[in-house]
């Protein structure tokens, strides 16, 4: 490398950074805490629009709302045990929730529904879903929210097939 490069290259990298500093981001690119929390730990399998392969795990988007029908189903998105277990702080989960629920949920939030608070989700946090089958403990939420509060049968969608070859 020669004396003149040497001495340019920070120059280049200088302007290169004061231009993308100055360049103004595109404001649907900018995610806030809760929702880089739901990115970051639950987006991988539910992905980053609530829209997943429902035979494998439950598709949020336009459906997750409909949990908030009843108190069992309302603290079921709090016990499944990647919620209850997720590092964020009990305030940073609350907002997280409400971010799914009240964003993802779409169409399925009831009206009236009230956002999770911090409290709430610190006694619920305390009691996961860890000895129970997650598939039969929805299932029967889900048979509730179907047959008493007219949620959509798609609901049932996770957990009907096992994998096929």
Avoid: W
């Amino acid at each position: 490398m020669n004396r003149a490069c040497i001495v340019a290259a920070p120059a280049i990298a200088a302007f290169l950074l004061a231009a993308h500093a100055a360049a103004p981001a595109d404001p649907s690119l900018i995610l806030d805490k809760p929702q880089s929390n739901y990115l970051l730990g639950c987006g991988g399998c539910h992905g980053p629009d609530g829209h997943s392969n429902p035979r494998l795990v439950p598709d949020l988007r336009n459906q997750v709302g409909y949990f908030l029908l009843t108190e069992a189903g309302r603290e079921y998105l709090v016990r499944v045990p990647n919620v209850a277990f997720y590092t964020a702080s009990n305030e940073e989960l609350a907002a997280m929730l409400n971010y799914v629920v009240f964003s993802i949920g779409g169409v399925g939030v009831p009206a009236g529904a009230k956002p999770y608070s911090a409290a709430e989700v610190a006694r619920l946090r305390k009691a996961p879903l860890t000895e129970v089958s997650l598939i039969d403990y929805r299932a029967r939420i889900v048979e509730e929210l179907i047959g008493n509060y007219n949620a959509p049968a798609s609901l049932r969608e996770y957990g009907t097939h096992r994998y096929a070859n």
